[in-house]
């Protein structure tokens, strides 16, 4: 057995020392930053922008070829934080293998299918935005622990992609303003993509039992036991939750017409119904990309039957789920892309955010409107 | 005078032929028997697939990023600009879903390369290929 090990860990080493002659390095980075125009302090909207260097990044990807198909993948990317600098994470770390001649099978941390920027989410320099759409890409997680399959065919005059992914998630979740400690587990992601000449369709389904202890959330907590209702309703406890999107993004010449919608479902817990999407135009000319897009977001909060009771802190369990919901959002944005050289870009995006919601968990408080002007520049490179 | 404006008119042809001429020839080892057209290159060049029509496997090889059949290459064959193709290798890489063909730094390399390999595929300004190469395409 033990002659069996050191074979396997020399057999390794052999495999590691071909790679090291082997080894691709590729690279991008974000710098990002911005002014927020608007007296309302909109606190959710200002934590996800920028008027320090929040959406900044710099990711340094290897990947080593082991031969037969074979190759080990690591992305590592350090994001601006406004209170520690730059937060150094693994981003990515999964072996891949080619399976026949159009296939692929990863194993290990990988990038959830769910949108179709999903995949290179990070990579600025991909597209024109200074950041997707919040009202569509507003999830806050994005990797797994897993297996993925990727199968690329042509038929019916198309080239289809086909993207499966089973592993589990755990990390962050948002609920309210609260980022909550949470688990997804049983995760089944299927992402189908139809390209035809400059049209290209996407159609994702995800789904998984989620997880969010009630201890992780002082709202959560108070809401669960006090609740005359079926608190298995209220909790998130393994509960059913799915993911359904759809896209398009066609050229026709110079103009550029995007779109994307989807719908997010806890079943039987506290967790709003969203939905949100996007419809957008770009139009290129000579180096420069002007584009305009139209982002809405929308929560259907849960409503208990006994939820009015008050806990005793002024806050109650519809209160506490109205909260939760995040409300509506609408955002305009408009801007304008630089492309300098080959592989550099300077982008200006101005983005008017309007949004309809409760700010605390208060049953007396009532929707307010609050807006965020922001104009933001950023600089994207890759090498 | 006269022979001055033709001697003008005539170096501008030249010039404009040699421009015109600027055509790429897409080559393979010569016991290669598949079937290539331009829907076939493309799928091999921009790594949708990794074997020739018929089986056998593919690996596209590249002219240096920038050289002139590169840009016609990319232009003509794989109806791209060069920043679109730069964007669609961005995303390919940082998704793990691929990586650009290897570059290769000259014309007679690559012939060199592909003339002892069956399963390479390249491209080099017409009529620089040789014996050692097929032609399976011209754009």
Redesign the interface.
Known sequence: MQKRILLTLLASLFAMSHAMADV?L?G?ASIVTGIDFEEDEQVEYNDRTVDNLQESKV?L?W?ADLGDGMRF?G?TMARGDAATGFQLNYD?A?F?F?IG??S?L?FGRL?IPFYKYS??L??G??YHWITPPESMYSLTFSNMDGIGF?Q?FQALGM?HALNLAVGTYQGILILGEEEVQSSLENLIAINWTATIGDHEFTAAYAQADTYVPATSTAGLANAAPTSADDGDKVLINGDYGFFIGAGYKGSFGDLTVYSEYSIVEIKDSIFSDTSGGYIGVSYLVDDYTYHATYGIRKAEEKEYTSGNVDFGNGTSLNSTARFFGNGDSTTITIGVRK?IG??TALKVDLDLYTEDRVQDALAASTSEEKKATVLKFAVET?F | MKLLLSSIVLASSLFLSAFASAEVEVIVHPSNGAALDQDAIQRIFLGKTRAFPGGGEAVAISAKEGSPEEAEFTEKVLSKSPKQLKAYWAKMVFTGKGTPPRQIDSAAEMVKLISANPNLIGFIPAGTGGSGVKVVAKF
Do not use: G, I, P
């Open positions: 691709k590729n991008f990711a990807q990947a993948v992305q990515w999964y891949d080619n001649n159009s692929k990863k990038r995949d290179y990070d990579v320099y991909a990727q690329n080239d492309d080959m592989s890759m």
